[in-house]
């Protein structure tokens, strides 16, 4: 199992596929926050806020990442999150491929049925501190609504015109 290399720069895990989706999820404005420090992580989390809901990556090892997207509520931990509406475990290729490809929240195709957290989505309270939080530049920040919200635009135009439904 390939762990975190010690390097602060997240884009690079040594596999080329895995580190231009790694460069496309910063791009699309995630905090990133590293556990242990930036020079030598022992994990990442990356949290993307949506208001209500949070998109969330936590990636351990290149063959060890969950990505998910949870409820926000009051008490909500970002280490430790109760509920999630939905999650991907796998490598990191996979794992980033499906956040990256996960519905706007408001997409009628977006998950929205609540189920307990799965334990991977946990992280250690040994491996939390200490947390070097990196948060996205403004551009970024809403890049990933820009983008999302472009696509359920355009769903929700391909939707009117198959009904002959119009606004």
């Not at 949070?54 to 926000?72: E, G, K, Q, W």
């Not at 490598?91 to 977006?110: G, N, V």
Request: hydrophobic share 45%; charged share 20%.
């Amino acid at each position: 199992m390939k762990r975190l290399s010690p390097s602060a720069d997240l884009s690079d895990l040594g596999v080329p596929e895995v580190d231009a989706l790694l460069v496309a999820v910063t791009r699309d404005g995630f905090t990133l926050r590293y556990c242990n420090g930036p020079r030598e992580p022992t994990l990442i989390v990356g949290t993307y806020e949506w208001g209500s809901w949070l998109d969330i990556l936590v990636i351990r090892a290149v063959d060890d990442v969950i990505s998910a997207r949870i409820p926000v509520t009051a008490s909500t931990d970002v280490f430790a999150p109760d509920t999630i509406v939905w999650a991907y475990v796998g490598d990191a290729e996979h794992a980033l491929r499906a956040l990256l490809e996960l519905p706007h929240p408001d997409s009628p195709q977006a998950p929205k049925a609540p189920v307990p957290a799965p334990l991977s989505l946990h992280v250690p309270a040994a491996r939390e501190a200490p947390v070097t939080v990196r948060p996205p530049t403004a551009l970024a920040a809403r890049a990933r609504q820009i983008r999302l919200g472009a696509a359920l635009l355009a769903n929700t135009a391909d939707d009117q015109t198959e009904t002959g439904i119009s606004r």
